[in-house]
C-alpha cells in the first residue's frame, strides 16, 4: 500500500506542477498587455491593480491544485463525500493542518505528499509574485 500511496501522490504532484506551471506560464505572456489595460483606467493606481489582479490570479491557480487534491481523495474513496475531501485538502495543502480529519492508515502517507506539494507550491507562487511586481514597477 505504501508504493500504491506514493505513486499516486507523485502523480498528484506532477499534475499539479504542470497546472501550475502551465498557468504561470500563460499568465506571463499576458501580464504585459493587462498593465496596458490597467493604465488607462487606474492611471496612479496601476501598480495596486495589477498586484490585485496577480495575487487573485495565483489564488485561483493554488484553489485549481486543492482541488485537484480534493478530486483525487474523492474518486479514491479516501472521503465518501465532496466537502470532508475539499476542507481536508485545503487545510492540508494550506499546510494549516487542524487535524479534526486524518485520513485512514491506509491512506495518511498522502497527506504529508499533499502538505509537501502545498509548500512547494506556495513558496513557487510566492516567488512568482515577486517576480510580476518586478516587471510591472
Same mark, same amino acid.
Given at each position: 500500500? =505504501? @508504493? ?7 502523480? %498528484?504532484?506532477?499534475? *499539479?506542477?504542470? !497546472?501550475?506551471?502551465?498557468? $504561470? ?25 495589477? =498586484? @490585485? ?7 485561483? %491557480?493554488?484553489?485549481? *491544485?486543492?482541488? !485537484?487534491?480534493?478530486?483525487? $481523495? ?47 507550491? $506556495? ?15
Amino acid at each position: 500500500m =505504501i @508504493v500504491q500511496q506514493l505513486a499516486l501522490g507523485t502523480l %498528484v504532484i506532477m499534475i *499539479n506542477a504542470i !497546472v501550475q506551471a502551465e498557468l $504561470f506560464t500563460a499568465f506571463s505572456g499576458r501580464l504585459e498587455k493587462v498593465v496596458i489595460h490597467l493604465r488607462r483606467i487606474f492611471r496612479r493606481f496601476t501598480n495596486t491593480a495589477t =498586484i @490585485v489582479i496577480c495575487v487573485l490570479f495565483v489564488m485561483s %491557480v493554488q484553489t485549481v *491544485n486543492v482541488w !485537484v487534491w480534493s478530486l483525487t $481523495f474523492y474518486f479514491t474513496g479516501v472521503f465518501q463525500s465532496l466537502e470532508p475531501s475539499l476542507y481536508f485538502s485545503l487545510v492540508t495543502f494550506s499546510t494549516l493542518g487542524f487535524g479534526d480529519i486524518i485520513l485512514d492508515e491506509k491512506w495518511r502517507l498522502l497527506s504529508g505528499l499533499a502538505a509537501a506539494n502545498g509548500l512547494l507550491s $506556495f513558496g513557487w507562487s510566492t516567488a512568482y509574485m515577486v517576480e510580476l511586481v518586478r516587471r510591472t514597477q
